[in-house]
């Protein structure tokens, strides 16, 4: 898995990312993820994007946590 971050891209395994990773930061990730992919899936039915960028319309509602 590859993660970018500000001065450098880590390479982790997902079992060396889930040995380290809280639960609690665990279960905040997967809830995000479904809500982005529930957006992405309704935003292609749609045939287009009413709120524009998906990660704006989710941290309004408090989704990203933004």
Request: proline share 2%.
């Amino acid at each position: 898995m590859e993660i970018k971050i500000t001065q450098a891209t880590l390479f982790l395994t997902a079992r060396e990312l889930l040995d380290v990773l809280p639960r609690e930061l665990f279960a905040l990730a997967l809830q995000r993820g479904k809500a982005i992919t529930r957006r992405r899936r309704m935003d292609e039915r749609e045939g287009g994007r009413e709120h524009g960028d998906t990660g704006e319309a989710l941290s309004r509602r408090g989704v990203l946590g933004g």
